[in-house]
């Protein structure tokens, strides 16, 4: 069966090798264990169900709270020719029970859904039918409420193994404690199960914190020392928006990027990145989950993350081809002190959290006990100023709802248009006779889509329709509106707005169930969290990798000697050989430039111009090998 799965490597991914621990992890699935794979960011985690799944009959379940990367991966093993599907927030009843349908019949081999669905009575239902070879978790350590990313749906997951007790289960996560990790493994009710550890040290990434009050000028600095391409990471869409226009007007190409822009922006600025045509993106963190670009030289941040998973994850996206790249934190006390309080307003009162969910149902008309798996459009901003909420305390109020499992929110993602006829040829032709203003659009969409219409859902562009037609878009819309009210089509339009999904019926305000105990355990974890990332930021003394690892509980003595923490210590032991180097490197440079200012200078040897290089700089003028010059640059002393 390895063998198997070498050869879908080869075949299907274009990949030469498995990456370390992949193939053990592989084979630990095809045997039929039971596994939990701790794998770094950008460590191939997806590969560790794909290649098992493809490798068995059968379907394999993925379990994911990622609609972007559920998205994704479909489309991505769709265009290598393997049948895939995805289930999740903002579908329909009819969509998801005709996807339901096609991964019984279909010979589908891959099922991504949101973990909510799973106690849906049409899933379970149909769940029971399939052929099912595996079933992956994703984003594993959601299901602990020791982990950073608590999600009640996530406790569903064990409910259904009885269905398909023989199936083996995968867990994946990038980032765990081993408090998380026997969590996750009680949770998801593991029998004799494998586990599989990757160590959290990067040897070609270099960590590093900069204390600093200007983080613009520092960060300019690190761009123009550091070649390539880099993710800027700011907390506020307001942040990412002031320093990409700040970077063009300096000449380092950038974009904004965050969940406020349509979706055709952010694809469009995603993709020019992607390509190399834009050098910078500056980001809130709803940027980079699934992007693949391994040549990342840096990753800035110059907002305090809010604990140390968050902080690896963001920062792992440099360097992923192996070859040398940076982390660099820029900080100082007032950001310390921000994200401490902070974590105390991560859970509001719940006198409030009460009167936020009872805004929400206001605000959609819902009916106590009624709308379970109900999804609409949701602007939280928008919502809070509605009910005069006040933004942030509604964000963590929102967020608090959603950890005690009643609803679920998702960031803007797109969702195309997608039309599936209900009826056969035969009624589809009585209406094309009937209705002969609708004839036209019948005939494009069967000649451009073909006869698949039928069987399964299939996207549209209701733009290229209109061009085909010679006729406006709101026609082509407004025709299919009416097909779908003759009840021979379904016609869901396209999305592009955050979701919410009310993930039970509604309660009453006044009545809701909330885990007191559980809530106050968080709130206690958080500010935990929050404390060990100002610990990361502020302390001289542990490499900073040493820091990480031992922070998820990897025992280690060995530094990594290329972080901040290291290469001072190394200096501080051999102050003189440093100071040898640089006045080297300063008189080369000007042997070979002429005149250099002192800016110009100290860029060309790509080192800041703080007090201890300045002296240096002194002490060979002093000593006659170089010269100040009237305007005010240096040059070598020429001896007549």
Partial sequence: MLNRATEILHQVFGHADFRPVQKEIIQSVLSGADTLALLPTGGGKSLCYQIPGLAMDGICLVISPLIALMKDQVDALKSKGIKAAAIYSGMSYREIDRTLDNCIYGDYKFLYVSPERLKAELFVERFRQMKVNLIAVDEAHCISQWGYDFRPPYLEIALIRPYHPKVPVLALTASATPQVCADIMERLEMKKPAEFHQSFARKNLSYSVRLVENKLEKGLEILSRIGGTAIWYVRNRQGTHQIAKALGQLGISASAYHAGLSMQDRAKRQEAWMKNEVRVMVSTNAFGMGIDKPDVRVVIHSDLPENVENYYQEAGRAGRDEGKAYGVLLANNQDFETVLKRAELVYP??????????????????????????????????????????????????????????????????????????????????????????????????????????????????????????????????????????????????????????????????????????????????????????????????????????????????????????????????????????????????????????????????????????????????????????????ALTTHE
């Fill in 349 to 634: 009162p719940l006198d409030f959290v009460r009167r936020v969910y009872q805004c929400l149902a206001n605000y959609y008309r819902i009916a106590v006990g009624s709308n379970m798996l109900s999804s609409f459009d949701f602007e939280w901003n928008e919502f809070a100023n509605t009910y005069e909420l006040g933004v942030l305390e509604t964000f963590y109020a929102l967020k608090l709802l959603e950890e005690e499992g009643f609803i679920g929110l998702s960031e803007s993602y797109y969702s195309p248009s997608k039309i599936h006829f209900t009826v056969d040829p035969s009624r589809l032709y009585e209406i094309q006779i009937a209705y002969a203003k609708l004839d036209p659009v019948v005939k494009i969409i069967m000649r451009t889509y073909g006869g698949n219409v039928f069987s399964e859902y299939i996207k549209i562009q209701e733009a290229k329709l209109a061009k085909s037609l010679n006729i406006y878009e709101n026609e082509v819309i407004k025709s299919l509106k009416q097909l779908e009210q003759l009840e021979v089509m379904v016609y869901d339009q396209r999305k592009d707005k955050p979701q919410i999904t009310f993930l039970t019926p509604r309660y009453d305000a006044g009545k809701m169930p909330l885990n007191f105990k559980r809530i106050e355990l968080r709130r206690g974890l958080t500010l935990e969290k929050a404390q060990s990332m100002v610990k990361y930021g502020q302390q001289t003394q542990l490499c900073r990798t040493q820091f990480i690892q031992e922070y998820f509980g990897e025992n280690t003595d060995q530094q990594c000697g290329v972080c901040d923490i290291c290469l001072m210590q190394r200096k501080s032991s051999n102050p003189e050989m440093t100071e040898t180097k640089l006045r080297n490197r300063i008189l080369e440079t000007l042997s070979s430039a002429g005149e250099l200012s002192e800016k110009q200078l100290f860029q060309s040897i790509r080192l800041p111009s703080a007090e201890k290089n300045l002296r240096v700089l002194r002490i060979l003028q002093d000593q006659g090998y170089i010269t100040l010059l009237a305007s005010g640059s240096y």
